[in-house]
């Protein structure tokens, strides 16, 4: 019995960290290009987009799971859809009712969480088979990693476009804002870098 | 019968969450609505207030005002009276919508108490290409319709931005976006105009 649950407890730590960083979802499994790209020119609506995604991605997860044994094989991905656009649309309903301004600089891309490949990914991969408690931890490691991404990019966003971090200044009054790197071009930019920085850390962590 | 039956037994779930998902949105909604509405409604009154520094307040006005748009459809429009401190009218500002480059444009538009010249406009939703087209949104372009009279704005493709009159400048690399905003505020403000002198409150500038 005890070993059980050391053995529970490991795999739970293991799914915990596996979106942090093993299988982070931006930086290993690539998934949800289209908001880590598109809402990670300043902090503040990356952090507020992260905040939905894991809204999003716990409810559904919890949903899916509950439901895994009742699901019919044919009709799942429409299941899950159903199931993510309601607490999309109830999340998009908050954001527009409770900070109106991030709702207009999200814009459209708080509706587009539905279509997150992130969200389907987890309740195609890991709530349609585990149980309850092991889809929790998996929705807010893979909500953490994708927020503490999207957060990591923002930030070198808007340090080098603007000079400031959560529109606070810090950088001395010499420097010079790259104005590009509030562009598309900027996004792909720091995207890339950092992909490849992951990928050389974590090659030099397989080799020790 | 049978199949009805199979196709009962493939789908209850789907058909049963349908429902129940559609109550959560619908408790969700009835509950955060009321706040939306009063959201818009106050970003209304900042960005008029701001167009129109002197009223202190704004009246919805009874008179109903339809125009037309494109394509024959009509469209109510709602028209404010902006009053300022000594109960006095210092404008209107009224609500226009069109068809911008990827999504429609809606603008605040506020003219003078007369119908005269253009107060300004402000953006309320547009979902114009960012670095593009939402250049629409900047100040130093909307200025330049600050002061323009009534008549029908044109649109430029070179000119001084400075210069207040009836050409407008087009933002260079959006001149969809650009022309979409004349042309909305040119569509609605001739026929809010006729209406509204046709209905007597304002002079038919003579």
């Not at chain 1, 716990?58 to 799971?65: A, E, H, K, P, Q």
């Not at chain 2, 500002?93 to 119908?115: C, M, P, T």
Request: glycine share 6%.
């Amino acid at each position: 019995m005890a070993n059980d649950t050391k053995v529970a407890a490991g795999l739970y730590k293991q799914t915990l960290l596996a979106g942090l960083w093993r299988e982070n979802p931006v930086f290993r499994l690539l998934l949800g290009m289209c908001p880590t790209l598109a809402v990670t020119a300043a902090v503040k609506p990356a952090l507020t987009m992260g905040l939905s995604v894991i809204f999003v991605l716990l409810c559904s997860n919890i949903v899916v799971s509950l439901m895994r044994n009742l699901l019919k094989p044919h009709l799942r991905i429409l299941m899950f859809t159903l199931t993510i656009a309601t607490f999309v649309t109830i999340a998009d309903l908050f954001l527009k009712a409770f900070t109106p301004v991030m709702s207009e600089t999200l814009g459209p891309y708080v509706p587009l969480i539905i279509v997150n490949c992130i969200i389907i990914c987890r309740a195609e991969a890991c709530a349609s088979k585990n149980n309850l408690i092991v889809s929790i931890i998996d929705a807010l490691g893979m909500g953490v990693g994708f927020t503490l991404t999207l957060c990591v990019l923002a930030g070198i966003r808007e340090l080098l476009s603007t000079g400031e971090i959560f529109e606070v200044p810090v950088m001395p009054d010499a420097f010079v804002p790259w104005v590009a790197m509030s562009m598309p071009v900027g996004a792909f930019i720091t995207l890339g870098l950092l992909l490849g920085l992951v990928n050389i850390i974590s090659k030099k962590k397989r080799k020790t | 019968m049978l199949k009805i039956k199979h196709f009962i037994q493939q789908s209850w779930l789907l058909i049963v969450s349908s429902f129940f998902f559609g109550l959560l949105i619908a408790i969700a909604s009835a509950a955060w609505s009321p706040r939306i509405e009063q959201n818009k409604i106050d970003k209304l009154n900042r960005l008029t207030a701001a167009l129109l520094p002197e009223a202190k307040h704004f009246i919805e006005i009874d008179t109903e005002i339809e125009i037309e748009l494109a394509k024959g459809k009509r469209k109510k429009i709602k028209v404010y009276k902006a009053v300022s401190d000594a109960d006095e009218c210092v404008g209107w500002s009224f609500n226009a919508a069109g068809q911008g480059f990827q999504d429609k444009i809606e603008l605040v538009v506020a003219v003078d108490k007369d119908f005269q010249s253009i107060a300004g406009f402000d953006v309320l939703a547009s979902n114009e290409t960012p670095g593009f087209g939402d250049k629409i949104k900047l100040p130093n372009w909307r200025n330049q319709f600050a002061g323009a009279p009534v008549e029908e704005l044109k649109l430029v493709k070179t000119g001084d931005v400075k210069k207040i009159d009836s050409e407008i400048v087009a933002i260079s690399g959006a001149t969809v976006s650009s022309e979409a905003v004349v042309k909305i505020i040119n569509n609605s403000i001739t026929q809010i105009k006729k209406q509204m002198q046709e209905k007597g409150l304002i002079g038919n500038g003579k």
